[in-house]
Structures are given as C-alpha cells and as structure tokens.
C-alpha cells in the first residue's frame, strides 16, 4: 500500500516548489490517488512496485474507459511528476512515465462570443438592487480587462483606481495594470458607492466582490451566475467563466491590438500562449471568406 504521507508531501512540493496553482495541486493529487486505487483493484499493486508496463496499461485503461485525450495527457503528466518527487526524496530509482507514447492532444480554439452577444449577456443583470449591480460590475469588469476568474475573486478594494480608470491585477510572479472602459468604471462606481458596503457581513472584509453572505466571492459562486446570465441572455453557446476572457482577447486583436499589448494585459509568460487567439481571429475571416465571397 502507499505510504498516506506521500500524496501528503506530493501536495507540499506542487505547493512550494512548483509554485502551481490550488486547482493543479488538487488535481495532480488526485490524478494520483485514482492511479492508485487502480493499481490496488486491478493489479493488488502499490505505487512503489510500479514499472513502465503498468503505467501503459493503466493509458490504455483510460483510454477505454472513454477518457479524452487531455485527461489522459494530465494523469500521466500527474504520474511523472509524482514519481520524480519521490526520487527526488530518495522514495524511488527510476520514473516509470518516462517515455510513455501518447495521442497528440488535437488544441481546440477557445469559443468567443460575438459583440452582440457580449452586449446581450452584459445587459443581462438587472440593476435594481445589490445583487444586479454588483452583478453587473463583474460581468463588465471581467470583459473589460480580460483578467482571470480566480484573479477577480481576488481583487481587493484598494486594487481598483476608478479615477485612473486601471486595475491592479497581482498574478503568481508579478502584478499588471489594466485599464478600464468607461462603462465598467461606471459598473464599478454605482457597486461600490451605493451597494457594496450593504452587502459585507464584516465592515474590514478587503474583498471587492462579495456573495450575498457578504463574504468574498467564490469561482463556484461566480459559475452559477454566469450560468444563469447565459439562459437568461438565450445564448446557445456554452458560457464558461473563460468565455469573456478569450472574447476581451479575440475582439482587441481584430480591432487592431498588437499580441504583445494583449500578451500583458492577459497575463501571458508566453507569447504563444497569446498566439491562439491570432489563430482563432484568422479562422473566422477564413468562415466569413467562405459563406460570403461568391466564387468561394
């Protein structure tokens, strides 16, 4: 059986030394627990007597079980990095994932709503009370500055210059300024001039955005609500918290923005990273050139 302290420390090096994220570090932890259980039922196996064969097997299981390329791709990207933690901590000699042959992963563009469906969804909130402005301010503010879900949660008060018209994001290594459009400084204003203060359970709660506990806004708070803007907006397109930011991104750039501007106002280390949406702006001219140009 695995020693329980391994997942344990696996969870504190992702932390501390790898520096990734709470999702990653949950999701690694997991991918390695259920690479367990499966080597427990299957094979009455233990992590430690894993060879290259049975992680190959344990692909192929995946793989027959219906999983997808992507998920399988992180279960054995968890499984390596699992087993070079232990032999980093003299647990193990070799890696058993080393090696291992896997499906090109087939890179989906991200899905960008149209301007009149970013319009439709924005006009969604009804600003007839605390929750339909402060609804409002985050639907705005996250189209505004293109700015990650997890970093809007993460926004304090003092982050916001309305008279500057800037946000202060503070990512992982370093912390950016984006500006703001007028109507999200407005959003912004009527929230927290005449709406936020209602809402906080504690008066000294540094958190921009609050739930209806007055507490700081969660990631699944916010799904749930831009779920139920979607339905109510009748927009067929699933609606992810992503969804604004890949939209923010697509729409500077067939507006004329440069990769770079967009690279930092996204967060990018990469510009590749950036580089997708130029792919995806290129793809649309492509499908209008199709259905459009007579001879196409």
Request: negative net charge; glycine residues 6%; aromatic residues 8%.
């Amino acid at each position: 059986m695995l020693n329980s302290g391994y997942l344990e420390e696996f969870a504190q090096y992702l932390q501390d030394t790898k520096k990734c994220s709470k999702n990653t570090v949950s999701s690694y932890v997991s991918d390695v627990h259920l690479f367990a259980e499966y080597l427990e039922d299957k094979l009455r196996l233990s992590l430690e007597q894993v060879t290259h064969t049975e992680v190959e097997e344990y692909v192929e299981w995946l793989r027959h079980a219906g999983k997808s390329t992507a998920t399988v791709s992180r279960a054995v990207a968890s499984i390596k990095c699992f087993y070079n933690h232990l032999i980093s901590i003299g647990q193990a000699d070799t890696n058993p994932a080393l090696n291992i042959v896997l499906e090109k992963n087939e890179k989906r563009l991200p899905q960008i709503l149209t301007g009149a469906e970013v319009d439709l969804l924005l006009s969604q909130p009804e600003c007839v009370d605390a929750k339909g402005y402060r609804d409002k301010a985050m639907l705005e503010l996250l189209y505004a500055t293109g700015i990650r879900v997890s970093e809007m949660i993460g926004l304090d008060l003092d982050d916001i210059n309305l008279s500057g018209g800037f946000i202060r994001c503070r990512g992982k290594d370093k912390e950016r300024f984006i500006p703001l459009y007028p109507a999200a400084i407005r959003a912004l204003e009527d929230y927290i001039r005449d709406y936020r203060a209602d809402l906080l359970a504690d008066s000294s709660e540094p958190a921009l955005f609050v739930n209806m506990s007055g507490t700081r806004m969660s990631r699944q708070g916010f799904w749930k609500l831009i779920k139920h803007y979607q339905v109510k907006a009748g927009i067929s397109k699933e609606i992810t918290p992503h969804t604004l930011r890949h939209s923010f991104a697509a729409h500077l750039l067939e507006n004329g923005a440069d990769l770079h501007s967009i690279q930092e106002m996204l967060g990018h280390a990469d510009i590749s990273s950036t580089q997708v949406y130029a792919q995806l702006v290129k793809k649309q001219l492509k499908d209008v050139y199709n259905r459009a140009h007579p001879r196409a």
